[in-house]
């Protein structure tokens, strides 16, 4: 199970109690912080998300409504004195900045702190329940989307069966990756006899700003989740254009055209103060569509 919390909705400039984009994906594990927008500190103590369990932070690309608010979580990180490692992965010329900045300031973290280079469309992170994968998306400098995927789950193990089966306990690990049981006999129990199919992964797709692009269907195709902005309604489609971000309907028809389970839109224009417009144009087209709104948590 994965859980998506929305810390900011909102595009450059915060308006009407939205703050830029910040987005945090959980599972029981660890956290995933997607962006990070000025006042992404604030959201996540009023949704009561704990900074000690994020390992990896996400960033799009350089314009200053998705990462603005990363340097002070940064070092506020620090000043409650973590201690394990956090992992950034985000545009090469962030690590510069960062860099200065805590320089600048000649700031010692009390915790190490890894940068990966978004450089290559592919696997960033192979974790041990998790995969991310980077794609670009097109916006006015280079930008990038990920696509998160769980692992395959582990069989459900059926206990009373596998004790009939007089199988030891400590090969239930095994059982449950799909290996059959050999008795000392040499007598087979094949796999199905003890367990059953596990949950099927969740996926969840985050494409940041970008121009309306067809071939993105093909990079988040069959997600469960995708988010997408929707910067401007369907009548501002030139402007949009113009300033490499997409409609209403545009982010609904790559969900549509990528057979995602639902869509959520958000990275709102400042021009809008009622959102519930972009919520109905949306649904014209893909009718299983949210509202990012700011403190929603989405199960997937």
Not at 140 to 147: S, V
Not at 283 to 297: I, R
Request: aromatic residues 10%.
């Amino acid at each position: 199970m994965l859980a998506l919390t929305i810390l900011g909705n909102n595009s450059a400039i915060p308006a009407f109690d939205r703050n830029p984009t910040a987005q945090v994906l959980q599972t029981m594990e660890e956290s995933f912080l997607i962006d990070c927008g000025e006042g992404t500190q604030m959201q996540l103590s009023k949704y009561k998300i704990k900074r000690s369990k994020i390992n990896h932070i996400f960033i799009s690309h350089l314009h200053g409504d998705h990462y603005f608010g990363l340097i002070g979580l940064i070092t506020s990180m620090s000043l409650l004195n973590r201690t394990q490692d956090l992992h950034i992965h985000a545009p090469a010329e962030l690590q510069q900045l960062i860099t200065l900045q805590l320089n600048f300031a000649a700031t010692h973290l009390s915790y190490n702190l890894h940068f990966h280079a978004l450089e290559n469309e592919g696997l960033v992170l192979d974790g041990k329940k998790m995969t991310v994968q980077c794609f670009k998306v097109q916006h006015r400098i280079d930008c990038w989307g990920f696509l998160f995927r769980e692992k395959k789950n582990p069989r459900k193990l059926d206990v009373e069966r596998a004790i009939i089966y007089e199988i030891p306990a400590a090969f239930y690990d095994k059982l449950q990756q799909g290996e059959d049981y050999v008795t000392k006999k040499g007598t087979i129990v094949p796999n199905e006899e003890v367990t059953t199919a596990g949950a099927s992964p969740k996926s969840y797709a985050y494409c940041a700003d970008t121009i309306y692009d067809e071939s993105l269907a093909e990079k988040v195709m069959g997600v469960d989740l995708l988010y997408h902005e929707t910067t401007y309604l369907k009548d501002l489609h030139e402007r949009a254009a113009a300033r490499y971000h997409s409609t209403t309907v545009q982010a609904a028809a790559i969900a549509k055209n990528a057979g995602a389970k639902k869509l959520l839109i958000g990275h709102f224009s400042s021009k809008y103060e009622c959102l519930e417009e972009f919520l109905s144009e949306a649904k014209e087209v893909f009718e299983n569509t949210e509202l990012a709104v700011q403190g929603s948590c989405f199960i997937i």
